[in-house]
């Protein structure tokens, strides 16, 4: 495998990296069938084997540093409390071989900081570790006498430790176990304090919890890859259970005729943007958009070609405002459009932008009374600045009022609110639709 992404990468955090994969149809494809078969014959190979390499590369990775710093350290305190309660020769004896352990130990501490090929991590690992347990065991030869034995026991019970907490492929689990059974039985054998069928005898017991703790081992790692598959598989699940809750709540604030806001989201959308600061130092304007004669043009033409009717004057609104306004459909064909940080100037020039690109659309309206294509009317509403603060009831109010005058001088005319309409705004309005 190629070497991995540096901490800057955007997949250089677990988490991204578990999200990254867990997009992969492949992988899951492989999770979901080792998933569904017994535990014992989870093995995980390829792209997944990457993903969990992936995963636990930190946590492993901190292992290993910890248990090589340990080394070290228990090192440097073995050798000179052995300068203290050993005979001299014996303690000067074992200097030269134990002093090479806090090297090995060490490099492979550094070399583990940072993520790299999987070829650098377990190359280093098991030299490291055939060096330690090597120099180990001639520590305990160059002393001779009875630490000869003694040293070589250390060092099979130092391997069984690194068996037991490295999380490493099983390959390097057993590699580590043979480095340790080979070199155990090898000076064993050269230990004049020892009979052969002693040696024989003593390296089985050892080879026998050897092998136990391999087996542990791989029953550990098995039981960590299944966590990993299901781990995989809820965030998954999860994933598809908030774009599936996305994909809802984008349902229930848009029109599913139009395409643009219905009017419950726009409702929503008021609320909060009047209750921010922001809007406090800033107008809002407000259009409210009626097509003229639609009932004429349902009867004329029929419901399918008024539904299309209110599709392609939702485009236009929405293509002839800023990325910053808001449109929605407030009811049959009817749409409110909020501006805001919009000037009367502003909010006229975009009312009258989408009623010339509605009438220029020529949309068929043979029943029409206005024109024989699709008109629309539409009324304006701006906050005025040197008055108090009103409620986006109020400018809607605003808005519906200088409708009604659109409709009443003739239809498809945008009309701005004036304060002086307020007085024949209070009088019936008849239906002007």
Not at 391 to 400: G, I, K, P, R, V
């Amino acid at each position: 495998m190629t070497d991995r992404q540096d901490a800057s990468h955007p997949l250089s955090t677990g988490t991204a990296r578990l999200d990254h994969y867990m997009r992969d149809p492949e992988i899951m494809a492989e999770a979901e069938r080792l998933l569904s078969g017994r535990t014992r014959d989870v093995r995980l190979k390829g792209r997944l084997a990457e993903a969990f390499r992936d995963r636990s590369w930190r946590q492993t990775a901190k292992i290993v540093r910890s248990w090589m710093v340990w080394v070290v350290v228990l090192d440097i305190l073995t050798l000179t409390i052995n300068m203290f309660l050993l005979p001299r020769s014996a303690a000067l004896a074992m200097l030269a071989p134990g002093a090479v352990i806090a090297p090995a130990a060490l490099a492979v501490a550094l070399i583990w900081r940072k993520q790299r090929s999987d070829l650098i991590l377990s190359s280093s690992l098991m030299i490291g570790m055939f060096i330690i347990l090597l120099a180990v065991s001639l520590t305990g030869i160059a002393a001779g006498g009875e630490w000869h034995e003694r040293y070589l026991n250390v060092m099979v019970f130092v391997a069984i430790a690194g068996i037991t907490i490295f999380s490493v492929p099983q390959w390097q689990t057993l590699s580590i176990a043979v480095m340790a059974l080979g070199l155990y039985l090898l000076f064993m054998l050269q230990n004049p304090r020892v009979e052969v069928l002693s040696t024989l005898s003593a390296f089985l017991f050892f080879a026998s919890g050897v092998s136990a703790t391999v087996v542990a081992r791989r029953t550990m790692t098995i039981l960590a890859h299944k966590a990993f598959l299901l781990e995989l598989r809820d965030r998954r699940r999860l994933a598809e259970l908030e774009e599936a809750n996305g994909q809802l709540e984008e349902l229930a604030r848009i029109d599913p005729l139009t395409g643009v806001a219905n009017r419950r989201w726009m409702t929503q959308m008021l609320d909060a943007l009047w209750n921010t600061s922001e809007h406090r130092s800033a107008s809002v304007a407000m259009l409210m958009c009626d097509i003229d004669e639609f009932k004429r043009l349902n009867d004329r033409r029929g419901h399918a070609e008024g539904d299309r009717c209110l599709v392609e004057v939702a485009r236009i609104i929405a293509s002839r405002v800023r990325r910053a306004d808001y449109v929605a459909r407030y009811g049959g064909e009817e749409f409110l459009v909020v501006l805001p940080e919009a000037t009367e100037r502003g909010a006229l020039e975009v009312a009258e932008r989408i009623r010339k690109n509605v009438e220029a659309a020529a949309i068929p309206n043979p029943g029409s009374r206005v024109a024989p294509v699709v008109t629309i009317s539409i009324g304006v509403a701006v906050e005025p600045d040197d008055a108090e603060r009103m409620t986006s009831e109020q400018l809607q109010s605003h808005a519906d009022m200088a409708l009604y005058f659109a409709k009443r001088a003739g239809r498809n005319r945008a009309e701005l609110y004036k304060p002086k309409l307020l007085g024949l705004g209070k009088r019936a309005a008849p239906n002007v639709a």
